[in-house]
T-cell receptor, first 116, second 114 residues
């Protein structure tokens, strides 16, 4: 029944050691999003894919990259994690991002990243 | 700029009504949303309101929108312990390329006391 799946739920990495978080969806949605949520803060959009088109937010650090090899999967790569990158990373999907039409986002449970 | 603000914490007694408030800045927002996040879980869409509406009721939930003041509220009637969670207000903000993205508030942690 799970619609947006994130693995692993908890990830520990060392300072500077590349790490990849994964997200998969069974909804066949066109759009996939990655958010960063730090403790007691709002989820912050890092980037999203509309189908294969990658859309980066202006203030997303270069350290964060993403790949979407197919409709179902999307990966978040952190090339050199710093202590400030410790956060919950949320993946979400939506059918379409055509703006003024209502477009619900479905969220996964998140991956909590710890950087040691 | 884009900004959504909420109070951080609300505590109510079981059976009372809860009112969570939110202010936003983007007057072009077409939809405004309330998401719920339970411990260890992702965000779940609770309800939403179209910007040309003043009020929307959905069972125990009532959303009020004051466009003039850019103020949104969520009222939960007969609050239950299962309603304890973090509630996020979000607006849909127009990007430079005319597409939209969600801007979230920092969330209001609702604690329901037995």
């Amino acid at each position: 029944d799970a619609m947006v799946i994130q693995n692993p739920r908890y990830q520990v990495t060392q300072f500077g050691k590349p790490v990849t978080l994964s997200c998969s969806q069974t909804l066949n949605h066109n759009v996939m999003y990655w958010y960063q949520q730090k403790s007691s803060q709002a989820p912050k959009l890092l980037f999203h894919y509309y189908d294969k088109d990658f859309n980066n937010e202006a203030d997303t650090p270069d350290n964060f990259q993403s790949r979407r090899p197919n409709t179902s999967f999307c990966f978040l790569d952190i090339r050199s994690p710093g202590l400030g990158d410790a956060a919950m990373y949320l993946c979400a999907t939506s059918r379409d991002d055509t703006g003024s039409l209502f477009d619900e986002q479905y969220f996964g449970p998140g991956t909590r990243l710890t950087v040691t | 700029g884009e900004d959504v603000e909420q109070s951080l914490f609300l505590s109510v007694r079981e059976g009372d009504s809860s009112v969570i408030n939110c202010t936003y800045t983007d007057s072009s927002s077409t939809y405004l949303y309330w998401y719920k996040q339970e411990p260890g879980a992702g965000l779940q869409l609770l309800t939403y309101i179209f910007s040309n509406m003043d009020m929307k009721q959905d069972q125990r939930l009532t959303v009020l929108l004051n466009k003039k003041d850019k103020h949104l509220s969520l009222r939960i009637a007969d609050t239950q312990t299962g309603d304890s969670a973090i509630y996020f207000c979000a607006e849909s903000a127009r990007r430079m390329d005319s597409s939209y993205k969600l801007i979230f508030g920092s969330g209001t942690r609702l604690l329901v006391r037995p």
